[in-house]
């Protein structure tokens, strides 16, 4: 018998689960067969690997002697399909990944035409919601992979940044400060503010960046919470007051005249998007192809 690819990751499984029931939900087989395979490398090695008699399983001396090797074989299949997935010209499979409000609605779909040119083989099910119902989706395997505004500290998951995002100040047509292409900060903080809901990865970058500036949140003369980007728009629009969040979003209004888009050269809302999956889970080569064009457009 050789040694294989697909032993070692059943191994790796097993031993950061720390069970085989939770290794073979993750890996989408029966309990036996994971028992059986971790048999065969043992019996390959001519070494007990895992200690069953607690409940919770153990590396043996030779599992911990393994287990490294085990981690490097995957991150190195995860790099090879990185690197040689723009040489696969005839990919074929259907995607199915989450992503968040800001990246789902207002920067994937301008994305999505040109990779569809590409790979015209590979479809593409986007489901928009937030990062808790993706992190749940993923876990129940019914989604490849999510995109996401923030690292995820889950122990299941891995977090990968893949695109980078800067807020900037967007303020209606005819308002005092629209005239202007560059602005301080505070002069900014001297008008009403619609914002996003407390939590929302829009809010949470806004807020950093106030504090490292020494400004309190509750200072803000807050006219609005809004719970999505597009009801901030429309408030904002209205002359209820002036926001900060992704000018992606308001790319339209701006072509229109409706909005205004302005820097504040004294501050920085800069962000980074996060691809997240199952760390038990290999991406197939048509999602790493996916992201590698997200990374790339980012560059472009």
């Known amino acids: 018998m050789a040694l294989n690819y697909h032993q070692l990751h059943i191994f790796y499984t097993v031993a950061e689960r720390g069970s085989f029931s939770a290794a073979a939900q993750a890996l989408h087989m029966t309990q036996p067969a994971v028992t059986m395979q971790i048999q065969a490398l043992e019996d390959y090695f001519g070494s007990k690997l895992l200690l069953r008699s ?7 001396e030779a599992g911990q002697t393994l287990f490294p090797f085990a981690q490097r074989s995957m991150e190195l299949i995860r790099e090879t399909e990185k690197a040689m997935s723009r040489f696969t010209s005839m990919l074929e499979g259907r995607l199915q990944l989450g992503a968040s409000l800001t990246i789902g609605e207002y920067m994937l779909p301008r994305l999505l035409g040109p990779f569809g040119k590409q790979h015209p083989h590979i479809s593409i099910a986007l489901k928009v919601m937030n990062t808790t ?33 800067e807020l900037k100040l967007i303020v209606p047509a005819g308002h005092p400060l629209s005239g202007k292409e560059r602005v301080k900060l505070h002069e900014v903080v001297a008008y009403p503010f619609v914002l996003r809901e407390r939590g929302s990865g829009t809010r949470q970058v806004m807020e950093a960046e106030l504090e490292r500036q020494g400004i309190e949140s509750e200072q803000l003369k807050t006219v609005m919470e809004l719970g999505s980007t597009g009801a901030v728009k429309s408030a904002v629009e209205a002359g209820l007051g002036v926001t900060i969040i ?10 229109l005249g409706l909005l205004k888009v302005i820097d504040i050269e004294d501050a920085e809302f800069k962000r ?24 790339a457009h980012q560059k472009s």
């Open 54 to 60: 607690t409940k919770r399983i153990e590396l043996t």
């Open 133 to 165: 119902q993706i992190i749940e989706d993923i876990v129940s395997h019914q989604l490849n992979f999510g995109l996401v505004e923030a690292p995820v500290h889950h122990p299941d998951m891995v977090s990968d940044p893949v695109m980078e995002d």
């Open 246 to 255: 992704s000018p992606s979003s308001v790319k339209h209004e701006q072509a």
């Open 272 to 295: 980074k998007f996060y691809s997240i999956h199952l760390k038990s889970t290999l991406l197939p080569v048509s999602a790493v192809t996916f992201l590698t064009f997200l990374r």
